[in-house]
């Protein structure tokens, strides 16, 4: 009987990981490094974040910084789960990170863009993935970010969905009806 290959979990990684990654993903999109783009996220928001850059005036320059953390980060979600191949999974992770950051603009030429550069609290939860293949373990890569699930979003979405399934048992109770 073979054993499957488990990854090491290093879960004290995970916080400074997800911070390094933020910081090189949002400096590399303020520089418009593509190639740096390219080894640390994932596709979909690679294509997003590609597209912003493609998308700038000509000329422009955007420095982003981040000035301190407002709050520790923390993981609010850590998960793993198999894949059909043999010895392969995903694991991701969701980190909660509080800071001051900014984001200042220069035009063509080179005098910043006025109502840029103020500082501003930013909650954000980034989503870091790993993959395992055949045996093999992957780099943490950027995922994406995600919204805060409130209760109130919980609820709201299956009063919605119940509210929903009622509507339809009327219905299919109001034609049961006319065909008797």
Same mark, same amino acid.
């Given at each position: 009987m #073979?054993?499957?290959?488990?990854?090491?979990?290093?879960?004290?990684?995970?916080?400074?990981?997800a911070l390094a990654l933020h910081r090189r993903m949002y400096t590399a999109t303020a520089e418009g490094d593509l190639d740096t783009l390219r080894k640390i996220?994932? #596709?979909g928001l690679q294509e997003t974040l590609k597209s912003r850059i493609l998308t700038r005036p000509p000329g422009e320059r955007l420095v982003w910084s981040l000035h301190k953390y407002t709050k520790?980060?923390?993981?609010?979600?850590?998960?793993?789960?198999?894949?059909?191949i043999d010895g392969?999974?995903?694991r991701q992770a969701v980190v909660r990170i509080q800071s001051t950051q900014s984001l200042t603009r220069y035009a063509a030429d080179g005098k910043m863009v006025p109502g840029t550069g103020?500082?501003?609290?930013v909650k954000e939860y980034v989503v870091i993935q790993k993959l395992l293949w055949e045996g093999k373990e992957g780099p943490w890569i950027l995922w994406g970010t995600t919204e805060e699930t409130t209760r109130h979003i919980v609820t709201s979405s299956w009063s919605e969905k119940l509210n929903g399934r009622r509507h339809h048992i009327?219905?299919?109770e109001s034609k049961a009806t006319l065909i008797v």
């Open positions: #073979s054993k499957k290959p488990r990854p090491i979990l290093r879960l004290r990684q995970t916080v400074p990981t996220t994932a #596709s520790s980060p923390r993981v609010v979600s850590n998960r793993a789960g198999t894949l059909p392969s999974g995903i103020n500082e501003r609290e009327l219905a299919l």
